[in-house]
């Protein structure tokens, strides 16, 4: 019987190396998967470059991860969160690597990875300094820049259902890059608000199929507060 | 440039700005707005007219802020701010969002910026090129994507630089992208000519404007 649930953060986190690319899911702290956040601080893995829209706010979550020095590299869009004081005191000190990229450009780059598409070409950043040094090409009339994959070793998820195949339900904005970090990533580790029987969750219903799921931890926290 | 040579003139406030961009959206447009004052365009959509307000963070179809005891935790827009869905709205995640706004479905956004120059040029992410670590967020996907980019911006800086300018001293965020201007002091369409002055404040003549203006004015041909 296939059977992605397991019982415990420790079996969720089991196998994460040092040095792995980890993508993490939430916009704000909406659909931020906080838990494993904790359980990733709890294994120990260290040298990680992390993937997320924003690094970290307060001292909680990825900002406790970066203060604890186990971020090697942050990748995201919008550095400045609320409350950036652990990300804007290591960077200052150079004790962080940034690689800013384009919202949308970093949820594609995540898609293309889910995909097999290992670089596309976009129009965002085109004329600015995030095509310094990238391909340009022209294509129908238009100039574009060639963006690769971004691929998880590990990806963190929140989900709102989930059943034993690992199929997932996502509640309202709390989507966000969950469902990109999961097919992008190797390993994509998940906790959910909901765990569902098998064919309880609508076919027609279910945004992530398994497939892209390989565990699930039951994590019924209620409502995510502050951002 | 003499304070005194604009003897009695009237900005728009924030508010008149966001409602004066308002008044040109038609029904029907899907529609994103910066954070900032662009956020104060949809409350002044006249009543009765549909036009639908996208979030970079998955969320098609916004109504306006919730009543205080009616939040939704889990509902937020791209400025983080609690927001309602109205009937028709729908989620996706953020790949499918920014598809939206990529693949060239949003009829228009609307952005603040801190410079904007007479070819369309917007600088709106970083105030230096050695900023240490900037925020571009979805601005430069919005600025290429969308069929078209109007700006939503004070007419001058606190100390009174032109923000409307020839040339971006600040990095792009895109070249080209702006089509139309709205600030406390006027309504500009950028064309092939540069800057056209569609209206301005009350009060306020072309030559005052100028004088407020680093880049050359034009009159509607």
């Known amino acids: 019987m296939i059977n992605k649930i397991v019982q415990s953060m420790a079996d969720l986190m089991s196998g994460i190396k040092d040095g792995s690319v980890v993508l993490l899911g939430g916009f704000g702290s909406v659909g931020q998967p906080n838990a494993l956040i904790d359980g990733l601080i709890e294994q120990g893995a260290k040298d990680l470059v992390v993937a997320a829209n924003n690094a970290g706010a307060g001292h909680v979550g990825l900002a406790r991860l970066m203060e604890l020095n186990r971020v090697r590299k942050i990748i995201c869009s919008f550095p400045r969160s609320s409350d950036p004081v652990v990300f804007e005191t290591l960077y200052r000190a150079g004790k962080i690597e940034l690689e800013i990229v384009p919202q949308g450009t970093l949820a594609e780059r995540m898609r293309a990875a889910g995909a097999g598409v290992p670089a596309f070409f976009t129009a965002t950043g085109v004329g600015t300094k995030m095509a310094v040094g990238k391909e340009h090409r022209e294509i129908g009339g238009r100039t574009y820049i060639l963006e690769e994959w971004l691929k998880g070793d590990v990806g963190l998820v929140e989900a709102w259902e989930a059943d034993r195949w690992g199929n997932l339900t996502f509640k309202q904005s709390g989507r966000n890059f969950n469902p990109l970090c999961a097919m992008a990533s190797d390993l994509s580790l998940v906790q959910a608000q909901h765990i569902r029987e098998l064919g309880e969750i609508d076919p027609d219903h279910v945004v992530t199929p398994g497939i892209f799921v390989d565990r699930v931890l039951h994590v019924p926290y209620g409502d995510p507060s502050g951002f | ?221």
């Open chain 2, 1 to 221: 440039m003499s304070e005194t040579a604009v003897a009695s003139f009237k900005p728009f406030t924030r508010p008149q700005m966001a409602q004066r961009a308002a008044a040109d959206i038609p029904e029907g447009w899907y529609v994103n707005l910066g954070i900032g004052i662009p956020t104060m365009i949809s409350d002044y959509v006249p009543a009765g007219r549909e036009v639908i307000f996208h979030s970079e963070n998955g969320v098609l179809g916004m109504g306006p802020a919730p009543e205080k005891d009616k939040i939704e935790p889990w509902l937020i827009n791209a400025g983080k701010q609690y927001v309602t869905m109205l009937p028709g709205g729908s989620f996706c995640h953020h790949a499918d969002s920014f598809s939206m706004i990529r693949g060239g479905h949003l009829d228009l956004c609307v952005l603040g910026a801190f410079q904007v120059a007479d070819n369309g040029d917007i600088a709106n992410w970083a105030t230096s090129e050695n900023d240490t670590a900037p925020a571009v967020g979805g601005a430069m996907d919005l600025a290429a994507g969308a069929k078209r980019l109007w700006v939503l911006m004070e007419h001058t800086t606190k100390d009174g630089s032109s923000k409307l300018v020839t040339k971006c001293s600040y990095p792009l965020t895109a070249p080209g992208a702006v089509k139309r201007i709205y600030t406390n002091l006027a309504t500009i369409d950028v064309t092939d000519r540069g800057f056209v002055v569609l209206g301005m404040a009350p009060g306020l003549s072309l030559e005052d404007l100028q004088a407020r203006t680093d880049a050359k004015l034009h009159l509607p041909a």
